[in-house]
Nanobody, 119 residues
Framework: QVQLVESGGGLVQPGGSLTLSCAAS????????MGWYRQAPGKQRELVAT???????VLAHSVKGRFTISRDNAKNTVYLQMNSLKPEDTAVYYC?????????????WGQGTQVTVSS
């Protein structure tokens, strides 16, 4: 069984910064691409950023230049550094991971962490 545990969300003022962490665990699994999605009230869940095990990244246009995704493969942990936060970044942020074991490939979601950008 794979678990994704997110941390780091909270309330921040516009222009502020937050760092989200997602620690993945699961015996016998290898973690491939990992990433972050977000869902604001009344909106669909959207991609924020992803990173492969080799370090290749994809960022949504709306966060380029402000957010950075990174990972520590030894810890199976992915990070999202969020700078210059805007009210429109307010959402529940979900960690996502593509994993595989000897039986095949699966995709997992974390429970989500709330990020609120407000003065």
């Amino acid at each position: 069984q794979v678990q994704l545990v997110e941390s780091g969300g909270g309330l921040v003022q516009p222009g502020g910064s937050l760092t989200l962490s997602c620690a993945a665990s699961g015996s016998g699994f290898s973690f491939n691409a990992m990433g972050w999605y977000r869902q604001a009230p009344g909106k669909q869940r959207e991609l924020v950023a992803t990173i492969t095990s080799g370090g290749s990244t994809v960022l949504a246009h709306s966060v380029k230049g402000r957010f950075t995704i990174s990972r520590d493969n030894a810890k199976n942990t992915v990070y999202l550094q969020m700078n210059s936060l805007k009210p429109e970044d307010t959402a529940v942020y979900y960690c996502n991971a593509d994993v595989h074991d000897a039986l095949g490939y699966l995709n997992y979601w974390g429970q989500g962490t709330q990020v609120t950008v407000s003065s």
